[in-house]
């Protein structure tokens, strides 16, 4: 049973900064994207990040383009983000993903088939 583990989160002053890490175990297919998300109390899940296996391509939300960064391992098994000068707005539950299938968007929820628990991320002001 394919299990996403995230570690690295906590609390941080604005302006800090945070790396999370979300690592595959049992994962016997192909995984073509791997992703972050994020849900702030109240509301949806975003996409924050994701990178595609196969070539290294990056996508980054607007809210978090040039202050973050989003890398794999060489055995596409953990997916890392890096997010600096952080805001209190980046305060959330933030969930790594996988995707066997590059099927529509990179933030498209319905796309991914494998979920992390989850990890909080707060930031105060």
């Known amino acids: 049973q394919v299990q996403l583990v995230e570690s690295g989160g906590g609390s941080v002053q604005a302006g800090g900064s945070l790396s999370l890490s979300c690592v595959a175990s049992?994962?016997?297919?192909?995984?073509?994207?791997m992703g972050w998300f994020r849900q702030a109390a109240g509301k949806e899940r975003e996409g924050v990040a994701a990178i595609r296996t196969h070539d290294g391509r990056k996508w980054y939300a607007d809210s978090v383009k040039g202050r973050s960064s989003v890398s794999q391992d060489n055995a596409k098994t953990t997916v890392y983000l890096e997010m600096n000068s952080l805001k209190p707005e980046d305060t959330g539950m933030y969930y790594c993903a996988f995707a066997r299938v590059c099927m529509g968007a990179w933030d498209a929820i319905s796309m991914y088939d494998y979920w992390g628990q989850g990890i909080q991320v707060t930031v105060s002001s």
């Open positions: 049992a994962i016997t297919t192909d995984v073509c994207v």
